[in-house]
Every structure is written in structure tokens, then in C-alpha cells.
């Protein structure tokens, strides 16, 4: 053991720190700033967007409730699809959506597909999205530590390129996916005994996507796996930005990305993977003859970590049920989306209807100043396989940006705020808190996403 001592610079004082910027926290710190509190947002990385961004790409699952193809979250989430291209200003809560551009979902729902958010895009847009807030970032910069104090964050310590700093601020927003704040603050939270398998992304060039291509790729897989050639490994799952690309999402490592080990052996394995599997498909598919392998992370990416335990934890059958919930402040409506760490190909991803997310489930046990949001958010791994996904963790952070800011200029703690003044102000925002009568809805020109 090492006991060590050192005086650090204070660095800054926000109202409201939000640490880590994926879609929760992109939500909560453009939320905060928007209601007048002064906002840093810091993440370890160079660029906003959490595993949206840095693992190539994702889809914008949450978004619709799948049965009419309506939109369930609104607020932030239409802006970054209005500033990334994917609809026109102003449409956005008027069409009904497939935002899952999937290949299987395509075959499924030809009519109602919308191109994937390339991450490129996204990018930009969150970069541009937190400025024009008013929020300060400050990337490479990684939470370290946690000084709390009688149930209260007083310091986050940061490690970035000027060493170790801190950051003072009124109310803390966990947004890093992990509940590092919240854990490092001593909040409660579970792990499961089996955690959703990390993957890693890649990305090959100079092949055509199409539905034959899919199935062909999963019995490459499938045949190599049975050999003994290929170990865990998933879907695959193969979406496109351009129609002259695919990303595949079809590598499955099995650990914990808390645990440092685990993390470094899935970008190995990862990798190694990765290559097996495109050498199988040009060896064995005429498709790859002239394909080529652009990339592959930024990182692999963790599904399902610490879960911190909040005043209220929503359970599988909240889910299931489509419970509403008095303290709602974002509709959830994924699948039960938990991908096994012990099976290879596709898993069952039953269908929910849209539910409630409480406002309890973003308040850690025992902390006062200091919010959840995002995949670290107060719910069973259950639960959390449906309420994980980025559009509904960009809502939760809207809904906790908010909350905190009125915190902030009440000269409150985070269950003193009222509820339906919260929830006045996110619909204001545009944010979607009850499931959109389908009859209100105009159907999208389906020619209009060519
Ligand atoms: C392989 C994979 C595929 C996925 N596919 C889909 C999909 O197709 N559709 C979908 O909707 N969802 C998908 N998801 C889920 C989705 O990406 C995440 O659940 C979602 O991004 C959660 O958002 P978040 O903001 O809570 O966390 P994250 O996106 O994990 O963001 C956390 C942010 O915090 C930062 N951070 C972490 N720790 C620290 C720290 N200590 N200090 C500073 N910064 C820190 C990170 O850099 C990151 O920017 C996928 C996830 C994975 C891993």
C-alpha cells in the first residue's frame, strides 16, 4: 500500500459537473447550461459521444416505440438527429421511424428505415451543440477520484496532461457509464455475476451490404466456430453508413470493464478476432474479394458495468409492463436487449412497450448533490438491458441537466427539487414524457430518406 499526499490546484467551480460525455452526458450538460447554470463537462476522451462515437457506431435504439414507429424521447435527441441531417428541422416529432438502420430490421421493416447517425457526424454535432450552450469541456480529462463529505461531493479530483486537479462544483452529474463518481463517492451498487460481453467494432470498406451478405457472413462464423477456429464471437451484426461499407458489431469478450485486465483483453482479443474474421469471409465469400479493413475501435465497448442503487431500482418487470410511473422523466422502449457472455450468434431481444424512467432511479443512496444518468442509472441488469441504450440515456441525462440546474438556483439538494416543475420543464424542451396518441401522427414519406 501507498499512503500519499499532495495539494492540488482547484481548477474550477461549476454549478454543475457533468463527468463524461456520451449521450448522457451530452443531454445533461447542454440541458444544465440551458437552464442558466454555469456547466463543465469533462471525459477522458477527445470527442463527445461515449460508445456512440468510440466504437464506430450505433443506432439510436430507445428512439420509437416500435409498434407505430413513433418517437418516445424527444428534446436533445431530435436536435442531434435535425443537426446530424437525419431530418429536417422542425419534422422530427412528426414522422414515424425505424432509427435502427440494422440490416435486420431492414428486412423486417423495409418501409420505415432511416440511415444510421454516422459517428463522424455526431461528433460535430455534439461539439457544436455543447458550445453553443455554453457549456466548458475539457477532454482528456478523467475522473481519478472522489472527496465526499456527510453525503455530498465536495471534490472531484481529474488526472489529465497538467497531472491531478480538482473540480469544486455546487452538484455532480455521473454520466461516465461506469458510476466511477458515484462508487468512488460510496454509493451503493451491484455488478451482476454474469456482465454483457464487451465487443469491438470494425470496419471494412469495398464491400456491398446486402440481406444474402449477412447470412452469408453468419455461417462463415458459425462453420469456424464449430471448427474450433473462431471462440466467442456475435451476431453478426453488419449495419452501413454509405452502402459501400459495413461495420460490423461481431466480436464478444466476456468480462468487466472496471477491472483494468478484463478492459486491455478485450481490445486484444478484439482485435485478433476481428482480422480472424474478416480473413474467414475473403477467404470464403466472392463479396470480399476486394475488401479492405479501415479500422476498428476506437475502443471496445462495455455493455453493463456498475450499477449505482438509487432511491428507486426499476425492475424487469417495470419493463415488460410498460409501467408508468408518477416520478417519470423519460419514456424507455427498447428491447431486452442482454447479449449473453456465453453464447455465440444472434440472442433473443423480446420486444417492450414504453415505460417510465423515475427520477428515483437517477438518485444515488446517501448523496445529496450528485445525480445519475445513462448506463450507470439505478436498475436491475434486467432492466438494464433495455434502459442502456443511447437515446434513452441521452433523455435520462436531459431529465438530470435539468434537475440539477434547479437544484442550483434554488439553493437545493437533489430530491428537495419539485418533480412536476421538472417535468413542466422538459416537456417544454420537447422532451416526451407520455406515449404519443399514434392517431396524431403523420406517416413519413418513405421516398424522402433516399
Ligand atoms: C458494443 C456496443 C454496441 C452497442 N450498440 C448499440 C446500438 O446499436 N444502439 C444503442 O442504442 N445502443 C447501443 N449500445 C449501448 C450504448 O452505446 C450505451 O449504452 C450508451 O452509449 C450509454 O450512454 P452513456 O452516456 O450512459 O454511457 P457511455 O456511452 O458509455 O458514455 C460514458 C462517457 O463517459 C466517459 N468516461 C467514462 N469514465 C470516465 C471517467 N472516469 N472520467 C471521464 N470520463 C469518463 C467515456 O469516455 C464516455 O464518453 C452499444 C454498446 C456497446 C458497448
Redesign the pocket.
Known amino acids: 500500500m501507498l499512503n500519499y499526499s499532495k495539494t492540488l490546484p482547484v481548477v474550477s467551480r461549476p454549478d454543475v459537473l457533468v ?9 445533461a450538460a447542454v440541458a444544465a447550461a440551458r437552464s442558466g447554470a454555469k456547466t463543465m463537462l ?4 477527445g ?9 464506430i ?7 420509437v416505440d416500435e409498434r407505430s414507429g413513433t418517437p418516445v424521447v424527444g428534446g436533445i435527441v431530435f436536435e442531434m438527429l435535425e443537426r446530424m441531417g437525419v431530418v429536417k428541422p422542425g419534422q422530427g416529432p412528426k414522422l414515424r421511424y425505424n432509427v ?1 438502420g ?1 440490416l435486420n430490421f431492414v428486412e423486417m421493416h423495409p418501409e420505415r428505415v432511416i440511415p444510421r447517425c454516422d459517428p463522424e457526424r455526431f461528433k460535430i454535432a455534439a461539439d457544436q451543440i455543447l458550445k453553443e450552450a455554453g457549456v466548458e469541456v475539457l477532454y482528456h ?4 477520484d472522489v472527496v465526499a463529505k456527510d453525503g455530498r461531493v465536495q471534490s472531484v479530483i ?1 488526472s489529465n496532461k497538467a497531472g491531478l486537479v480538482a473540480i469544486e462544483p455546487q452538484i455532480a452529474i455521473d ?4 458510476g ?2 458515484a462508487a468512488w463517492a460510496g454509493a451503493p451498487f451491484e455488478k451482476a455475476e454474469s456482465l ?1 460481453p ?4 470494425f470496419r471494412i470498406a469495398y464491400v456491398e451490404p446486402s440481406f444474402k451478405l449477412r447470412r452469408d457472413c453468419a455461417r462463415v462464423l458459425q462453420e469456424a466456430h464449430q471448427r474450433g477456429e473462431l471462440g466467442l464471437y456475435a451476431g453478426p ?1 453488419p ?1 452501413t453508413f454509405s452502402g459501400r461499407d459495413i461495420y460490423f ?1 461481431a466480436t464478444r469478450y466476456p468480462g468487466d470493464n472496471t477491472v483494468p485486465e478484463d478492459w486491455t483483453e478485450a481490445e486484444i482479443r478484439g482485435r485478433a478476432d476481428a482480422w480472424k474474421m474478416f480473413e474467414l469471409w475473403k477467404e470464403h465469400l466472392d463479396a470480399f474479394k476486394e475488401a479492405y479493413f479501415i479500422t476498428s475501435g476506437p ?5 453493463e458495468s456498475r450499477r449505482i442503487v438509487g432511491d428507486y431500482v426499476l425492475t424487469g418487470e417495470d419493463v415488460r409492463e410498460g409501467r408508468g410511473q408518477d416520478d417519470n422523466v423519460v419514456l424507455g422502449a ?1 428491447r431486452l ?1 442482454r ?1 449473453p457472455a456465453d453464447k455465440s450468434g444472434y440472442h433473443d431481444i423480446p420486444w417492450t412497450p414504453p415505460y417510465s424512467i423515475p427520477y428515483r432511479t437517477l438518485l444515488p443512496q446517501g448523496l445529496e448533490n450528485l445525480l445519475v ?5 439505478s436498475a436491475t441488469s434486467e432492466a438494464l438491458a433495455s434502459s ?7 433523455g ?2 436531459q431529465a438530470a441537466g435539468t434537475a440539477a440546474a434547479l437544484a442550483v438556483h434554488a439553493g437545493e439538494g437533489t430530491r428537495d427539487i419539485s418533480i412536476s416543475e421538472l417535468q413542466g420543464k422538459l416537456t417544454e424542451a420537447g422532451c416526451i414524457l407520455e406515449v404519443p396518441d399514434e392517431a396524431e401522427i403523420e406517416v413519413g414519406d418513405p421516398d424522402w430518406y433516399e
Open positions: 463527468c463524461g460525455g456520451g449521450l448522457a452526458g451530452i443531454g469533462i471525459d477522458r476522451m470527442f463527445a459521444g461515449g460508445f456512440f462515437t468510440a466504437i457506431g450505433s443506432a439510436f435504439d430507445g428512439f435502427n440494422d480529462t478523467q475522473v481519478a481529474a454520466c461516465t457509464g461506469d466511477d463518481v454483457q464487451m465487443s469491438l467494432h451484426y449495419a458489431n475502443t471496445a465497448g462495455a455493455r427498447w436487449d447479449h444518468a445513462g448506463r450507470c442509472h442502456r441504450v443511447t437515446a434513452t440515456a441521452m435520462m441525462g
